[in-house]
């Protein structure tokens, strides 16, 4: 186990100031299908790191308020509404290009640059969240109830704040995990998933980066309600896509090693759940406890978003 990562590069656009989209709130929690999360005592990290280096440890206990979250990440149909209302350009747009992961670029694409360490990701021009493996892919590539993927945290927060809503905290997200199941390691609890006969989410199967079995029945993503949901009635929290929140990506260590990754990741946003990529083997970050980071501009085929909200 390394702290290696099937998640994702980080864009290394440059640019002056951050771009901020701002919409004013357009609808509210009603209009989705959410659950409400009573307040109490969350819990949050786990005294059972398995990626230390990503500070996952240790458990800690504290108070949340009352909130609703999706049942599901934003789905493509939910997003497409919001860009139809708005006009919003995603940052993929903008930029003009986005991270594929090698096996989804069509071989209309021709050759592509991977990036150094993760060759395995690579750099599409024209590829975003409709054309989602670049042009001309968005016939089969895209579904209408598949999680968004190829939104940046920017466009994230932007959709949020038009549905009304925000992005979770770490803490809410994980509460919400949990599933009412308290110290657990998945939103299921605590059976692993195998690449023989327990498949409880939409993760790899078999060896990273060459092969993914499929025997969970996803290649790539799977539809944003599917596999069962856990105790609170939430679809994927975990595998599927990694989901954005609110937060910055912080290591609470004053380890040198531990402050070196930190200002690497300066500016980083906290993303949560891992997605169809991750393994055991490799990347065992589709467990509750874990997390990872990305600049707030990077946009890939694995990371999408969930929305709450007060009250
Ligand atoms: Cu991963």
């Not at 200002?263 to 980083?268: D, L, P, V």
Request: charged share 20%; net charge positive; aromatic share 12%.
């Amino acid at each position: 186990m390394t702290d290696a990562a099937c998640c994702g590069p980080a864009s290394g656009r440059k640019r002056g100031a951050a771009i901020r989209f701002d919409y004013a709130p357009h609808l509210k929690a009603a209009d989705f299908p959410t659950v409400a999360i009573p307040s109490g005592v969350a819990l949050i990290g786990t005294d059972t790191p398995l990626i230390a280096a990503d500070a996952e440890g240790p458990m800690r206990r504290k108070k949340v308020k009352p909130f609703r979250i999706g049942q599901t990440a934003v789905t493509n149909a939910q997003f497409a509404a919001f860009v139809a209302q708005t006009g919003h350009i995603t940052e993929a747009e903008l930029f003009g290009w986005s991270f594929v992961f090698w096996s989804q670029v069509s071989d209309s694409v021709g050759p592509t640059e991977g990036v150094s360490d993760v060759e395995w990701w690579r750099r599409v021009e024209g590829a975003n969240w409709c054309d989602v493996n670049g042009p001309g892919t968005q016939a089969f590539a895209w579904r209408a109830d598949h999680p968004v993927v190829q939104v940046s945290w920017n466009d994230a927060r932007a959709y949020a704040s038009w549905a009304g809503g925000r992005l979770p905290t770490e803490i809410e997200w994980e509460h919400a995990a949990r599933g009412g199941l308290g110290d657990v390691r998945y939103p299921w609890g605590g059976r692993d998933p195998d690449d023989r006969q327990f498949f409880p989410c939409n993760i790899w199967q078999g060896r990273f980066p060459h092969k993914n079995g499929n025997l969970d029945g996803y290649e790539t993503t799977a539809p944003a309600r599917s596999f069962e949901p856990n105790g609170y009635g939430l679809f994927n929290m975990v595998g599927n896509v990694w989901e954005w929140t609110s937060e910055p990506f912080k290591i609470r260590s004053q380890k040198k090693s531990a402050r070196q990754r930190q200002a690497a990741m300066k500016g980083y946003k906290l993303a949560k759940g891992g997605s169809f990529l991750c393994h055991a083997s490799y990347c065992w970050r589709y467990r509750i406890a874990a997390r990872t980071g990305n600049s707030p501009d990077s946009t890939t085929t694995h990371t999408g978003f969930r929305v709450v909200w007060d009250g």
